[in-house]
Protein backbone atom coordinates (compact mmCIF):
# COMPACT_ATOMS: atom_id res chain seq x y z
CA UNK A 1 0.00 0.00 0.00
CA UNK A 2 1.55 3.57 -1.07
CA UNK A 3 2.06 6.27 1.38
CA UNK A 4 -1.29 8.09 -0.22
CA UNK A 5 -3.49 5.04 0.31
CA UNK A 6 -2.50 4.75 3.76
CA UNK A 7 -3.74 8.41 4.79
CA UNK A 8 -6.97 7.77 3.00
CA UNK A 9 -7.78 4.66 4.70
CA UNK A 10 -6.38 6.70 8.35
CA UNK A 11 -8.40 9.56 7.72
CA UNK A 12 -11.43 7.43 6.88
CA UNK A 13 -11.40 5.49 9.88
CA UNK A 14 -10.90 8.77 11.56
CA UNK A 15 -14.31 10.08 10.14
CA UNK A 16 -15.52 6.36 10.64
CA UNK A 17 -14.86 6.80 14.90
CA UNK A 18 -16.27 10.63 14.55
CA UNK A 19 -13.08 12.17 14.78
CA UNK A 20 -12.44 13.87 11.98
CA UNK A 21 -14.62 16.25 9.77
CA UNK A 22 -12.84 18.98 7.39
CA UNK A 23 -10.19 18.79 4.92
CA UNK A 24 -6.41 17.88 3.98
CA UNK A 25 -4.62 19.12 1.54
CA UNK A 26 -0.45 19.07 1.43
CA UNK A 27 1.54 20.63 -1.40
CA UNK A 28 4.96 20.96 -2.07
CA UNK A 29 5.60 23.65 -4.57
CA UNK A 30 3.16 23.89 -6.94
CA UNK A 31 2.43 20.26 -6.99
CA UNK A 32 -0.31 18.88 -4.99
CA UNK A 33 0.54 15.55 -3.23
CA UNK A 34 -2.56 14.85 -1.43
CA UNK A 35 -6.19 16.51 -1.49
CA UNK A 36 -9.44 15.21 0.73
CA UNK A 37 -12.48 15.91 2.24
CA UNK A 38 -14.11 14.13 5.18
CA UNK A 39 -16.97 14.55 6.93
CA UNK A 40 -20.51 16.88 7.11
CA UNK A 41 -20.33 20.40 6.83
CA UNK A 42 -24.08 20.29 7.81
CA UNK A 43 -24.75 17.28 9.59
CA UNK A 44 -28.38 18.01 10.20
CA UNK A 45 -28.56 17.83 6.33
CA UNK A 46 -26.15 15.31 5.65
CA UNK A 47 -24.09 17.28 3.03
CA UNK A 48 -20.77 16.66 2.64
CA UNK A 49 -16.89 18.69 2.91
CA UNK A 50 -15.42 19.36 -0.24
CA UNK A 51 -12.43 20.52 -1.16
CA UNK A 52 -13.92 24.06 -1.92
CA UNK A 53 -16.04 23.98 1.28
CA UNK A 54 -14.85 27.36 3.99
CA UNK A 55 -13.71 26.85 7.31
CA UNK A 56 -13.75 29.07 10.05
CA UNK A 57 -9.80 29.10 10.89
CA UNK A 58 -9.83 30.55 14.69
CA UNK A 59 -6.73 32.22 15.31
CA UNK A 60 -4.77 31.06 12.52
CA UNK A 61 -6.74 34.63 11.50
CA UNK A 62 -3.78 36.36 13.38
CA UNK A 63 -1.02 35.80 10.37
CA UNK A 64 -3.39 37.67 8.12
CA UNK A 65 -3.34 40.47 11.00
CA UNK A 66 0.54 39.80 11.21
CA UNK A 67 1.00 40.54 7.38
CA UNK A 68 -1.27 43.34 7.31
CA UNK A 69 0.78 45.06 10.52
CA UNK A 70 4.00 44.16 8.41
CA UNK A 71 2.63 45.81 5.25
CA UNK A 72 1.93 49.33 7.26
CA UNK A 73 5.75 48.84 8.65
CA UNK A 74 6.95 48.82 5.05
CA UNK A 75 5.05 51.53 4.34
CA UNK A 76 6.06 53.47 7.00
CA UNK A 77 2.80 54.02 9.11
CA UNK A 78 3.65 52.15 11.76
CA UNK A 79 7.04 50.99 13.41
CA UNK A 80 7.89 47.91 15.38
CA UNK A 81 8.57 50.77 18.07
CA UNK A 82 5.37 52.32 17.92
CA UNK A 83 3.79 52.59 21.32
CA UNK A 84 0.49 50.75 21.36
CA UNK A 85 -1.42 52.95 24.21
CA UNK A 86 -0.68 56.27 23.06
CA UNK A 87 -0.88 55.37 19.56
CA UNK A 88 -4.84 54.25 20.31
CA UNK A 89 -5.56 56.87 23.29
CA UNK A 90 -5.68 53.98 25.99
CA UNK A 91 -3.78 55.72 28.60
CA UNK A 92 -6.26 54.75 31.52
CA UNK A 93 -6.06 51.17 31.91
CA UNK A 94 -3.80 48.43 32.73
CA UNK A 95 -2.15 47.67 29.84
CA UNK A 96 1.49 49.41 30.08
CA UNK A 97 2.63 52.13 28.08
CA UNK A 98 5.88 49.91 27.09
CA UNK A 99 4.06 48.01 25.07
CA UNK A 100 5.13 48.23 21.24
CA UNK A 101 4.18 46.40 17.73
CA UNK A 102 6.70 44.00 18.38
CA UNK A 103 5.73 42.90 21.63
CA UNK A 104 2.37 42.67 20.21
CA UNK A 105 3.05 40.51 17.20
CA UNK A 106 5.51 38.39 19.19
CA UNK A 107 3.62 37.25 22.26
CA UNK A 108 5.71 39.30 24.51
CA UNK A 109 3.66 41.99 25.55
CA UNK A 110 2.78 40.57 29.01
CA UNK A 111 -0.99 42.81 28.14
CA UNK A 112 -3.82 40.24 30.23
CA UNK A 113 -5.93 38.68 27.75
CA UNK A 114 -9.45 38.23 28.20
CA UNK A 115 -9.12 34.68 28.04
CA UNK A 116 -5.52 33.25 29.89
CA UNK A 117 -5.55 29.93 27.56
CA UNK A 118 -2.42 29.39 28.92
CA UNK A 119 -4.03 28.20 32.41
CA UNK A 120 -6.20 25.91 30.97
CA UNK A 121 -9.17 28.41 30.62
CA UNK A 122 -12.03 27.95 27.83
CA UNK A 123 -12.60 30.73 25.76
CA UNK A 124 -16.07 29.34 25.40
CA UNK A 125 -16.80 30.46 28.84
CA UNK A 126 -16.63 34.05 28.47
CA UNK A 127 -19.69 34.06 26.49
CA UNK A 128 -21.43 32.32 29.85
CA UNK A 129 -22.62 35.90 31.69
CA UNK A 130 -21.88 38.02 28.38
CA UNK A 131 -24.01 37.89 24.78
CA UNK A 132 -21.67 36.67 22.41
CA UNK A 133 -23.63 38.35 19.36
CA UNK A 134 -22.80 42.04 21.26
CA UNK A 135 -19.18 41.81 20.16
CA UNK A 136 -19.14 42.19 16.54
CA UNK A 137 -16.30 45.28 16.12
CA UNK A 138 -12.70 45.55 17.05
CA UNK A 139 -13.72 48.00 19.49
CA UNK A 140 -15.86 46.30 21.01
CA UNK A 141 -13.45 43.41 22.36
CA UNK A 142 -11.68 45.92 24.83
CA UNK A 143 -13.68 46.10 27.74
CA UNK A 144 -12.73 42.43 27.93
CA UNK A 145 -9.39 42.60 29.09
CA UNK A 146 -7.78 46.43 29.25
CA UNK A 147 -8.47 46.57 32.70
CA UNK A 148 -6.61 42.85 33.32
CA UNK A 149 -3.77 42.96 34.88
CA UNK A 150 -0.21 42.11 33.48
CA UNK A 151 1.64 38.37 33.39
CA UNK A 152 4.27 40.12 32.69
CA UNK A 153 6.58 43.28 31.81
CA UNK A 154 6.81 43.72 28.26
CA UNK A 155 9.44 42.06 27.02
CA UNK A 156 10.69 40.03 29.99
CA UNK A 157 8.63 37.05 28.91
CA UNK A 158 6.59 35.41 26.49
CA UNK A 159 2.87 33.80 26.53
CA UNK A 160 0.29 33.27 24.06
CA UNK A 161 -1.98 36.12 24.19
CA UNK A 162 -5.18 36.58 21.72
CA UNK A 163 -5.88 40.44 22.48
CA UNK A 164 -2.45 41.72 21.43
CA UNK A 165 -3.78 40.88 17.92
CA UNK A 166 -7.08 42.94 18.94
CA UNK A 167 -4.44 45.92 19.21
CA UNK A 168 -3.09 45.15 16.32
CA UNK A 169 -6.55 45.30 14.46
CA UNK A 170 -7.10 48.71 16.48
CA UNK A 171 -3.91 49.86 14.91
CA UNK A 172 -4.65 48.69 11.82
CA UNK A 173 -8.32 50.52 11.64
CA UNK A 174 -6.63 53.27 12.96
CA UNK A 175 -3.81 53.82 10.18
CA UNK A 176 -6.12 52.77 7.53
CA UNK A 177 -8.95 54.61 8.05
CA UNK A 178 -10.79 51.30 7.01
CA UNK A 179 -12.54 48.07 9.13
CA UNK A 180 -9.79 45.67 9.99
CA UNK A 181 -11.94 43.10 7.65
CA UNK A 182 -12.24 45.54 4.65
CA UNK A 183 -8.22 46.21 5.12
CA UNK A 184 -7.72 42.77 5.08
CA UNK A 185 -9.64 41.73 2.07
CA UNK A 186 -8.16 43.69 0.06
CA UNK A 187 -4.74 43.84 0.84
CA UNK A 188 -4.14 40.37 1.81
CA UNK A 189 -7.20 38.31 0.63
CA UNK A 190 -7.40 39.71 -2.93
CA UNK A 191 -3.53 40.30 -3.34
CA UNK A 192 -2.79 36.28 -2.54
CA UNK A 193 -5.43 35.37 -4.74
CA UNK A 194 -7.49 34.13 -1.91
CA UNK A 195 -11.17 34.56 -4.07
CA UNK A 196 -13.06 32.18 -1.56
CA UNK A 197 -11.71 33.81 1.83
CA UNK A 198 -13.76 36.60 3.74
CA UNK A 199 -14.95 37.14 6.68
CA UNK A 200 -18.68 35.50 7.20
CA UNK A 201 -21.23 35.76 10.10
CA UNK A 202 -22.70 33.03 12.09
CA UNK A 203 -26.08 34.92 12.03
CA UNK A 204 -26.38 34.79 8.15
CA UNK A 205 -26.63 32.11 5.06
CA UNK A 206 -23.48 31.71 3.01
CA UNK A 207 -22.68 29.20 0.56
CA UNK A 208 -20.00 26.48 1.47
CA UNK A 209 -19.21 27.54 4.77
CA UNK A 210 -19.01 24.22 7.22
CA UNK A 211 -20.32 24.60 10.49
CA UNK A 212 -18.71 23.75 13.51
CA UNK A 213 -19.93 20.85 15.53
CA UNK A 214 -18.69 19.12 18.41
CA UNK A 215 -19.59 15.46 19.77
CA UNK A 216 -21.53 14.79 22.51
CA UNK A 217 -20.63 12.03 24.87
CA UNK A 218 -22.08 9.47 27.60
CA UNK A 219 -20.36 8.32 30.06
CA UNK A 220 -19.10 5.26 28.14
CA UNK A 221 -17.63 7.79 25.72
CA UNK A 222 -19.76 7.27 23.31
CA UNK A 223 -21.21 9.66 20.98
CA UNK A 224 -25.13 10.23 21.73
CA UNK A 225 -25.28 13.57 19.56
CA UNK A 226 -23.44 16.48 18.21
CA UNK A 227 -23.77 20.28 19.81
CA UNK A 228 -23.11 23.28 17.49
CA UNK A 229 -20.93 26.24 18.40
CA UNK A 230 -23.26 28.89 17.67
CA UNK A 231 -22.91 30.30 20.76
CA UNK A 232 -19.18 29.93 21.94
CA UNK A 233 -17.22 32.91 20.24
CA UNK A 234 -18.67 35.94 18.47
CA UNK A 235 -20.67 36.07 15.24
CA UNK A 236 -17.77 37.35 13.11
CA UNK A 237 -14.52 37.01 12.43
CA UNK A 238 -11.51 39.81 14.61
CA UNK A 239 -8.17 40.23 14.51
CA UNK A 240 -7.49 37.54 16.47
CA UNK A 241 -9.72 34.89 15.27
CA UNK A 242 -12.84 33.53 12.59
CA UNK A 243 -11.77 34.55 9.09
CA UNK A 244 -13.06 31.63 6.79
CA UNK A 245 -10.88 30.42 4.09
CA UNK A 246 -10.58 27.22 1.72
CA UNK A 247 -7.52 25.22 1.92
CA UNK A 248 -6.43 25.92 -1.13
CA UNK A 249 -6.40 29.67 -0.54
CA UNK A 250 -4.66 29.23 3.13
CA UNK A 251 -1.93 27.92 0.61
CA UNK A 252 -2.13 30.67 -1.96
CA UNK A 253 -1.78 32.84 0.73
CA UNK A 254 1.78 31.25 2.69
CA UNK A 255 3.16 31.05 -0.67
CA UNK A 256 2.19 34.36 -2.06
CA UNK A 257 4.24 35.47 1.14
CA UNK A 258 7.37 33.45 0.53
CA UNK A 259 7.17 34.64 -2.87
CA UNK A 260 7.57 38.00 -1.71
CA UNK A 261 4.43 39.22 -3.16
CA UNK A 262 2.74 40.69 -0.22
CA UNK A 263 5.52 42.17 2.15
CA UNK A 264 8.88 43.72 1.08
CA UNK A 265 12.10 41.60 1.08
CA UNK A 266 13.37 42.33 4.34
CA UNK A 267 9.76 41.50 5.92
CA UNK A 268 9.19 38.84 4.10
CA UNK A 269 12.44 37.73 5.74
CA UNK A 270 11.68 38.60 8.92
CA UNK A 271 7.92 37.21 9.17
CA UNK A 272 9.84 33.55 8.26
CA UNK A 273 12.45 34.06 11.06
CA UNK A 274 12.08 33.23 14.82
CA UNK A 275 12.27 36.10 17.44
CA UNK A 276 11.83 35.38 20.37
CA UNK A 277 12.01 32.05 22.31
CA UNK A 278 8.91 30.28 23.85
CA UNK A 279 9.28 27.18 25.68
CA UNK A 280 12.26 24.11 25.45
CA UNK A 281 10.37 20.74 24.52
CA UNK A 282 12.26 17.36 24.74
CA UNK A 283 13.59 17.59 21.27
CA UNK A 284 12.76 20.77 20.03
CA UNK A 285 13.04 24.91 21.08
CA UNK A 286 9.33 26.33 20.38
CA UNK A 287 10.03 29.88 19.43
CA UNK A 288 7.60 32.56 18.22
CA UNK A 289 8.12 35.07 14.98
CA UNK A 290 5.73 37.56 14.06
CA UNK A 291 2.49 35.23 13.78
CA UNK A 292 4.34 31.83 12.93
CA UNK A 293 5.66 29.58 15.21
CA UNK A 294 8.72 27.46 14.73
CA UNK A 295 9.94 24.32 15.91
CA UNK A 296 13.57 24.20 16.30
CA UNK A 297 16.08 21.17 16.92
CA UNK A 298 19.00 21.37 19.01
CA UNK A 299 21.32 22.53 15.80
CA UNK A 300 19.61 25.94 15.48
CA UNK A 301 17.65 24.87 12.81
CA UNK A 302 13.90 25.44 12.00
CA UNK A 303 12.03 21.97 10.91
CA UNK A 304 8.87 23.56 10.50
CA UNK A 305 6.56 26.46 11.16
CA UNK A 306 3.28 27.01 11.31
CA UNK A 307 0.13 28.56 13.06
CA UNK A 308 -2.72 26.72 14.15
CA UNK A 309 -6.44 27.50 15.38
CA UNK A 310 -8.86 26.31 18.11
CA UNK A 311 -11.96 26.99 19.28
CA UNK A 312 -15.77 24.97 20.47
CA UNK A 313 -16.47 23.48 16.52
CA UNK A 314 -13.19 24.50 14.92
CA UNK A 315 -9.67 23.60 14.70
CA UNK A 316 -6.88 23.87 11.50
CA UNK A 317 -3.71 24.58 11.04
CA UNK A 318 -0.98 25.13 8.71
CA UNK A 319 2.28 23.80 8.81
CA UNK A 320 5.50 24.45 6.43
CA UNK A 321 8.63 22.62 6.34
CA UNK A 322 10.88 24.90 4.15
CA UNK A 323 13.98 22.08 3.95
CA UNK A 324 11.24 20.77 1.22
CA UNK A 325 9.23 23.12 0.33
CA UNK A 326 5.84 21.14 1.63
CA UNK A 327 2.95 22.95 3.11
CA UNK A 328 0.35 20.98 5.25
CA UNK A 329 -3.20 22.23 5.68
CA UNK A 330 -5.97 20.69 7.47
CA UNK A 331 -8.82 22.40 8.24
CA UNK A 332 -11.52 20.72 10.30
CA UNK A 333 -15.06 21.92 12.01
CA UNK A 334 -14.26 19.84 15.21
CA UNK A 335 -12.32 21.32 18.07
CA UNK A 336 -10.00 17.78 18.40
CA UNK A 337 -10.07 17.18 14.30
CA UNK A 338 -6.54 18.40 13.19
CA UNK A 339 -4.38 17.02 15.79
CA UNK A 340 -4.69 13.71 15.03
CA UNK A 341 -3.97 14.02 11.39
CA UNK A 342 -1.34 16.47 11.68
CA UNK A 343 1.20 14.41 13.27
CA UNK A 344 0.51 11.43 11.42
CA UNK A 345 1.81 13.74 7.90
CA UNK A 346 4.22 15.36 10.02
CA UNK A 347 6.14 11.44 10.55
CA UNK A 348 5.79 10.91 6.96
CA UNK A 349 7.24 13.87 5.70
CA UNK A 350 10.25 13.71 8.34
CA UNK A 351 10.75 10.06 7.19
CA UNK A 352 10.44 11.11 3.44
CA UNK A 353 7.66 9.91 2.34
CA UNK A 354 5.79 12.57 0.50
CA UNK A 355 8.13 14.31 -2.46
CA UNK A 356 11.34 14.55 -3.38
CA UNK A 357 13.98 14.38 -0.47
CA UNK A 358 16.66 16.89 -0.60
Known sequence: MNVVDMLVEYFHELEKRGEFSGVILITQGTAHLFAGAYGYASR??????????????????????????????????????????????????????????????????????????????????????????????????????????????????????????????????????????????????????????????????HDSVAEGYDPIYDDRGTIQGWKKNIYSFPPIGSPDSGAHVTAGDLDRFFRSVKAGELLSPGLTQAFLTPQVHYRDMDNWVRKYGYGLWFYVNRSGNVICCQKEGINAGVSGLIRHFPARDINVIILSNMIDGAWKPVWKIHEMVLAEDFGASR
Open 44 to 205: AWKIRNTMDMRFDTASITKLFTSVATLQLIDQGLLDFETGAIDFLGLEDTAISREVNVFHLLTHTSGIGDDCEEEDGKSYEDLWKTKPNYSVRTTSDFLPQFINNPPNFPPGQGCRYCNCSFVLLGLMIEKVSGSTYRDYVGKNVFARARMVHSNFFRMDRV
